[in-house]
């Protein structure tokens, strides 16, 4: 057995490895695992149609696009759009509410072209819109929706000349709804109308008291970035009416926290801004829509539960509560009920999207038994013998019931607790010995091979023990020591922020040899020389756990790693750390009956376009190089020939991508 704790199962499917990694919870309906150990993609769901991932990665690099890789599912994107708004059709249906469903896409969440256009393309039957938070993504909206008929919510802070672009757009025939959110922009958007002569459709965005759950729940609430107060919104509201303004007031919006995993946060969240929304139509306020905001989860780790990684309600659920609740405070007060809009950018883009990268290599702690030499310390005596003792417990008394202690002898269990703090101790005495002179360097690495291999003896053993047996803590801890790091060809700080700035959770694992048991525990350690890059907590069932079930690595073979469901957020708070730039990407479609067609290639950023990203002139690089080359061969340290390679290789590096091509 290798460097791993797993004990190998006597037979080991493909469905074993779908079960293992969750594929068949958090990937259904549009990833699954195939006889061949690889992961398979179906983007149309249960529409027909699948791609062996594997086999689709492989062409893709004949086309000359290299790993690491960002492959987005446009027709994942399209199946998300349809998945909303037949909830809500179901919702509206279901309760007879006399109102319609009309969301919009935060660009914050992915404002990569292709994906904003896709999005807004494929909603345009629905008058899908989208929300701005800022005035270059207010930018992109008004390029990308030409539907008079589809909403622009302005959300985000608003200077002068934001708040004027959103009333001019309305005269252009679009349909801008300014979000008060802080309590200064109402005198902006009443100066800009005078001065206009015209005012946008305005939205107001009310600070609900209401405490959520999950990772973001310090961003709701009375301490919240955004929102009015009750105080605020009503002065907002008097201000307004004063201006002649009350009369452009449609839209109520609020927002209780990105990825809610308890559904009952949002049914209270409804019913308190259901609440003000009856009240404004009472103050004089046409209304007529409210913005229930983003947050609306998804199941990343596959257990259906609060955790957060996950949600305790699914899709239906939450278009059912959003109808019902809302109907129940309108209908008593003989208020209509408004048209619903959501911001639901997490639940429409996280699954359209693989990071697929490669695994450069690996390490482990050194665990053969290096040989005996004549005269060695009593100290390397001490781990030779300690070593024997463990292999003298033979791994099929383990696996039966014949773990008590007999008479005076110790259990087996006993036994390998007390080799272990043997060792431990041993290799203690070994450092301690080198520190005052005593032991040679080559000594020293003797003792920690001697070490590693005994601790791997007992993991071997401890892994055949029958399950519910009462292991000490310290041993149970054996997984972690003797894990592999896996070098993984990215960086986490482009592709992955999330994994290192909020601990966020991502299903990742191999795509292909899914087939066979995995042998090793491991994480990964990416590019970048910063000791927090690294992946090194994975998806548990409703928990997470520090060690991911890996396979060995074969000679000339790849290994390729997925990250899954990181179409949100991952691409646009990336950052440039260690001047690692954007991936290549490609957008795939797959048309029914058809082979798939690549629709579009972002060829990721080259050596040169960072090195020009932080004001570096990569030509005048070249030169400096050039001109230390020269001298160097004139001083006969540096030949003609090496010189020419030399330059040759800084002149590829140049154009290629950031990341390991060999």
């Not at 278009?319 to 019902?324: E, G, I, K, R, W």
């Not at 376009?609 to 080359?629: F, I, K, N, T």
Request: net charge negative; charged share 20%; hydrophobic share 40%.
């Amino acid at each position: 057995m290798s460097v791993s704790t797993i004990a190998a199962p006597a037979s080991w499917t493909a469905a074993d490895g779908a079960a293992l990694y969750g594929i068949d919870r958090w990937g259904e309906p549009y990833f699954s695992v195939n006889d061949r150990g690889h992961v398979m993609v179906q983007p149309r769901a249960e529409r027909g149609g699948s791609l062996d991932l594997v086999e689709l990665v492989r062409e893709l690099q004949g086309r000359d696009l290299s790993l690491p890789l960002l492959i987005r599912f446009d027709d994942i994107l399209e199946d998300r759009l349809e998945r909303l708004h037949a909830a809500f059709d179901r919702a509206i249906a279901q309760y007879g509410y006399d109102g319609r469903y009309q969301g919009v896409f935060p660009v914050k969440c992915n404002q990569q072209r292709h994906v904003v256009d896709q999005l807004v393309e494929s909603g345009r039957r629905w008058h899908f819109g989208l929300e701005a938070g800022s005035k270059a993504e207010l930018l992109i909206a008004l390029s990308l929706l030409d539907d008079p008929e589809a909403l622009l919510i302005c959300n985000g802070t608003k200077d002068q000349r934001y708040i004027e672009t959103a009333i001019l757009a309305r005269q252009l025939g679009r349909q801008p709804v300014v979000v008060i959110e802080q309590a200064d922009e109402v005198e902006r958007i009443i100066t800009a109308s005078r001065e206009l002569g015209a005012a946008p459709l305005i939205g107001i965005r009310a600070k609900l008291s209401i405490r959520s759950t999950g990772r973001w729940s310090s961003s709701v609430g009375e301490r919240a970035k955004f929102g009015l107060s009750v105080p605020d919104l009503l002065a907002t509201v008097e201000a307004l009416r004063q201006a002649n303004l009350l009369g452009e007031l449609r839209l109520l919006h609020f927002h209780v926290g990105s990825q809610i995993n308890d559904i009952a946060v949002l049914k209270d969240a409804l019913q308190e801004a259901g609440q003000i929304y009856v009240e404004l139509t009472r103050l004089g306020a046409p209304m007529g829509y409210m913005d229930v905001g983003g947050g609306l989860g998804i199941d990343y780790d596959g257990s259906r539960t609060a955790s957060a990684a996950s949600t305790n309600y699914s899709l239906q659920n939450y278009a059912n509560d959003v109808v019902a609740t809302v109907q129940e405070c309108c209908l008593p007060h003989g208020v209509a009920v408004p048209t619903l809009v959501s911001e639901s950018g997490r639940a429409l883009a996280s699954h359209f999207s693989v990071l697929v990268f490669d695994v450069l290599g690996s390490d482990a702690l050194p665990q053969a038994v290096p040989p005996a030499l004549g005269n060695e310390a009593l100290i390397i005596r001490n781990l030779r013998e300690t070593y024997r003792q463990i292999t003298a417990i033979p791994l099929e008394t383990l696996a039966g019931s014949e773990l008590a202690a007999s008479g005076d002898e110790p259990s087996p269990l006993e036994r390998l607790q007390e080799a272990w703090n043997d060792a431990i101790k041993f290799k203690d005495d070994a450092l301690a010995a080198f520190r005052l002179g005593y032991l040679s360097l080559p000594e020293r690495g003797l003792a920690e091979q001697l070490t590693w291999a005994s601790c791997q003896a007992i993991a071997e053993r401890l892994a055949q023990l029958p399950p519910g047996l009462n292991v000490p803590e310290e041993l149970q801890q054996l997984p972690a020591v003797l894990a592999s790091t896996y070098y993984a060809n990215l960086s986490v700080f482009r592709s992955a922020p999330d994994t290192w700035a909020i601990d966020q959770l991502f299903p990742v694992l191999p795509i292909q040899r899914l087939h066979e048991a995995p042998q090793r525990l491991g994480s990964f350690a990416d590019l970048t020389c910063d000791s927090d890059g690294k992946i090194a907590r994975f998806i548990d069932r409703g928990q997470h756990k520090p060690l991911l079930e890996l396979h060995p690595l074969r000679a000339g073979e790849p290994y390729w790693i997925g990250l899954f469901l990181g179409g949100a957020y991952q691409e646009v708070m990336g950052n440039l750390h260690n001047l690692f730039g954007s991936t290549n990407a490609v957008h795939i479609r797959l048309p029914e009956g058809g082979r798939y067609t690549v629709d579009h290639v972002v060829r990721g950023d080259t050596n040169a376009e960072v090195l020009e990203a932080m004001e570096h002139d990569p030509p005048r690089l070249l030169e400096r190089l050039r001109v230390a080359s020269e001298a160097a061969i004139g001083r006969g340290s540096l030949k003609i020939s090496d010189a020419r390679r030399l330059m040759a290789h800084l002149e590829t590096s140049l154009r290629q991508t950031t990341y390991l091509q060999g």
